[in-house]
């Protein structure tokens, strides 16, 4: 079992940044890629990045590329994502999914947190 609790979501003006942070429970952590999610009012969930259980390959949808970085630190079972030059676009409730030894963004994943809200204002 593997519970994951987002944090780092707030409000912040267009152009600014933000990290969220999603710690995991359990001393299974590095064998888990993670996924982070985000979902904005009357949308559907969508996906953002993605980063393998080795850490040796991470996945962006083409509108964070370049501006959004995924990271993890297995010691601190903790993942990461560095927002940079936020645009109003990016509101949305934030989620990281867990997704044990994946390799390529999957279908599917093992466990969610209960979601973080990051808000930019314009």
């Known amino acids: 079992q593997v519970q994951l609790v987002e944090s780092g979501g707030g409000l912040v003006q267009a152009g600014g940044s933000l990290r969220l942070s999603c710690a995991a429970s359990?001393?299974?952590?590095?064998?888990?890629?993670m996924g982070w999610f985000r979902q904005a009012p009357g949308k559907e969930r969508e996906f953002v990045a993605f980063?393998?259980?080795?850490?040796?390959?991470?996945y962006y949808t083409d509108s964070v590329k370049g501006r959004f970085t995924i990271s993890r630190d297995n010691a601190k079972n903790t993942v990461y994502l560095q927002m940079n030059s936020l645009i109003p676009e990016d509101t949305a409730v934030y989620y990281c999914?867990?997704?044990?030894?994946?390799?390529?963004?999957?279908?599917?994943?093992?466990?969610w947190g209960q979601g973080t809200q990051v808000t930019v204002s314009s």
């Open positions: 999914a867990a997704r044990y030894r994946g390799v390529v963004p999957p279908t599917t994943y093992n466990y």
């Open positions: 359990g001393r299974t952590f590095s064998s888990y890629a």
């Open positions: 980063i393998t259980w080795t850490g040796g390959g991470t």
